[in-house]
Structures are given as structure tokens and as C-alpha cells.
């Protein structure tokens, strides 16, 4: 049996030093990340204080950690078979893979070994995927989107595309477009407001808020309803959905912020459409359920 690290200790005579570097050293398992990740979280004390990284312990000192950091290797994504078979494969080469993932499906696994996930599918197929990314539950994906979206999502096969990919995404150079049904037109036909994230949901803040743009235009009216197209240029957690919010019109299913449900879709009617990336730009269908929704939609007049 494996014994399981110890969360407080004493530095050694011959152990002073900067303080993430004395509890990298005691979890030499634990990527840097993961060790920087304790100290922005407040887990790491000293002698009973909440202490900073970059400070020095000498010998003597007590060091706590509230949580071990975690073995990345034991998140490493696992192929997931049947996670595979539910997405749609859409265009696969040497460097990249685009796929259209299911409403419903999470991009990544939260814990190791969860299954279900649209990484997990990539890398049950190519499993070369599974460590090309910074974050080892990324399984090779370049970008996210909420568990509730469907469409397009991109996976890199190898550490030089993933990284030549991550760069377009942080330097802006990337373009996305989605498909929404929302409960009324927006009135507005773009919207800058920043955005900040609060626990699990975004918020409009223009104190502290990062910046975000989205632009839209309506391409169908459904009675009150509206099928409208969002471009993104930059990526906040649910960017599009407070943005439509924001002016007026809120998504169809979307109830964390202000969209009705709809008794046909298991969540909200969002669509990753495209992305155009690297001189490249890739498409995913609308899904079945979301075609049929806006059948009935067009039926009833």
C-alpha cells in the first residue's frame, strides 16, 4: 500500500529555502502548476500563517499544506470507447482533429478517471493525444466549451500543433461563430461588456470584469423567438450567453440566465458552429435535436 503524503511537516537543517521549492521538493510527483495552484489558493501555511511562495523558510519551521497537490499523472484522460462513438468525427489529419461534440457531453474530465467526456473520446482514438496538452485532462484539446453547447471543438496530435494552436488562441487570432435560438431578438447588434467569473456563473463587471466582444445578427425570426448567429472574438466563460442576456435576449433552455426551458432539449439551444483558426477554418452540423426544434418552430408559424 502506497502511504499517502504528508501534509505537515518540519524544514530541515539542510532544506532552507524558497518556500514552493521546499514543498515542490516534498511532492516531487506534483508539476509546478500544481504546486503554484496551493499556494494561490491559500492552502500552504507556516507556522500557523498563511504564507507566500516566494518567501524563505529556514530550519525549524513548520510547513502545512491543506491538500496534497495532485499527481498529474493520475489525470491523465483515459480512452473512453462510447464516448468516441457519440461524437461526430468531422475532419482528422497529421497535426489536427476537429469533432463535433453533444449537447450534454463536458469537454474534460473534472476527476481522473471519469469517463464520458469529449477528451476522452479523442484520445480513445488517438491516443497520441492524450499528451500533448499543458493540463493533462485536456487530452489534446486546444479549447472548451460548456457541458451544455454543442458543436465544433479542436484537438491538437501533437505538442507542436497543440502549442502553434494555443499561441493563435492567445495571441486573438482565432474566430468563432455559434448558432443561438433566443427567446426575443437582441437589441442590440453587438455587445463589450466585460465579463467576470463568479463561482459557477459569469457576470457583467466593469470594475473587474476581462474583456469580451461578441457580435450577432439575426438570421431567422420564429414568432417571438429568434435564430440568431454570434461571432466571438474572444473566448470568457459563457461569453455568449451573458452578452444575449444582456441585451434582451437570453437563450431557449438557458435558465441560469433568464431562458425558459424547452421540452425538447435536455439543455440550452447553444451551437458552436465554426472556428477559424490557423488559416483554417472547420464546420459542425446543427445537431438532429436542435433541427427538428427549429422545424417545429418554423411549422407552428
Not at 78 to 99: H, T
Not at 183 to 205: H, K, N, S, Y
Request: neutral net charge; aromatic residues 4%; charged residues 25%.
Amino acid at each position: 500500500m502506497t502511504t499517502p503524503p504528508v501534509l505537515a511537516f518540519e524544514v530541515g537543517v539542510d532544506d532552507g529555502d524558497r518556500l514552493d521549492r521546499v514543498v515542490a521538493r516534498r511532492f516531487p510527483a506534483a508539476s509546478r502548476r500544481r504546486v503554484m495552484a496551493l499556494f494561490e489558493a491559500g492552502a500552504v501555511r507556516v507556522d500557523g500563517r498563511r504564507a507566500k511562495k516566494g518567501e524563505r523558510v529556514g530550519p525549524g519551521a513548520r510547513v502545512e499544506v491543506a491538500t496534497a497537490p495532485v499527481d498529474d499523472a493520475a489525470l491523465v484522460v483515459v480512452g473512453d470507447p462510447a464516448a468516441a462513438a457519440a461524437v461526430a468525427w468531422l475532419a482528422i489529419d497529421d497535426e489536427v482533429v476537429a469533432l463535433g461534440k453533444p449537447a450534454g457531453m463536458a469537454s474534460q474530465p473534472l476527476a481522473a478517471g471519469e469517463p464520458g467526456t469529449a477528451a476522452n473520446a479523442v484520445v480513445a482514438r488517438f491516443p497520441e493525444c492524450a499528451a500533448v496538452a499543458d493540463d493533462p485532462r485536456d487530452g489534446g484539446l486546444v479549447h472548451r466549451l460548456d457541458a451544455g453547447t454543442s458543436g465544433i471543438l479542436l484537438a491538437a496530435r501533437t505538442r507542436a500543433a497543440w502549442q502553434r494552436l494555443r499561441a493563435a488562441f492567445a495571441d486573438g487570432a482565432v474566430t468563432k461563430t455559434y448558432l443561438a435560438l433566443t427567446e426575443a431578438p437582441p437589441v442590440t447588434r453587438e455587445c463589450d461588456a466585460p465579463l467576470v467569473q463568479r463561482g459557477a456563473r459569469a457576470a457583467v463587471d466593469h470594475t473587474d470584469g476581462l474583456a469580451a466582444h461578441t457580435a450577432w445578427e439575426v438570421i431567422e425570426r420564429l414568432g417571438p423567438r429568434a435564430l440568431v448567429r454570434c461571432t466571438a472574438t474572444t473566448g470568457r466563460t459563457h461569453q455568449v450567453r451573458v452578452h444575449l442576456a444582456t441585451c434582451g435576449a437570453p437563450i431557449v433552455g438557458d435558465v441560469a440566465y433568464g431562458g425558459a426551458p424547452l421540452p425538447e432539449l435536455a439543455t440550452f439551444f447553444l451551437h458552436a458552429e465554426s472556428i477559424a483558426i490557423a488559416g483554417r477554418r472547420f464546420v459542425a452540423p446543427l445537431p438532429d435535436d436542435r433541427v427538428a426544434v427549429l422545424a417545429r418552430l418554423r411549422d407552428a408559424g
